[in-house]
């Protein structure tokens, strides 16, 4: 019933700019903290950005500067915008976040994905 699933993937030409949503739905009483992830083919998975509950961020060095993660809890919705997108950006793009339940368990979810794919 509680899921994460994203939206907004595609292609998208280099310099480009992209716009992910992560939204979860159930019954959940809120998100705590959040984060995308990417996994380009033959290569491990690994945390591009995250957000706490009080909306303090977190990014890795290739991102700082071109991407911005946010959140909007009365959407129960996490997002990424993404800009000047390079080719080595190309990748599935997860979310994962800890949902908490209206009895107050915390659990932790994934979405199954979005492609993003930049080329010329």
């Known amino acids: 019933q509680v899921q994460l699933v994203e939206s907004g993937g595609g292609l998208v030409q280099p310099g480009g700019s992209l716009r992910l949503s992560c939204s979860a739905s159930g019954s959940i009483s809120s998100i705590n903290i959040a984060g995308w992830y990417r996994q380009a083919p033959g290569k491990q998975r690994e945390l591009v950005a995250s957000i706490t509950r009080g909306g303090s961020t977190n990014y890795q060095d290739f991102v700082k500067g071109r991407f911005t993660i946010s959140r909007d809890d009365a959407k129960n919705t996490v997002y990424l915008q993404m800009n000047s997108l390079k080719p080595e950006d190309t990748a599935v793009y997860y979310c994962?976040?800890?949902?908490?339940?209206?009895?107050?368990?915390?659990?932790?979810?994934w979405g199954p994905g979005t492609q993003v794919t930049v080329s010329s």
């Open positions: 994962n976040a800890d949902l908490r339940s209206y009895t107050g368990y915390l659990r932790n979810y």
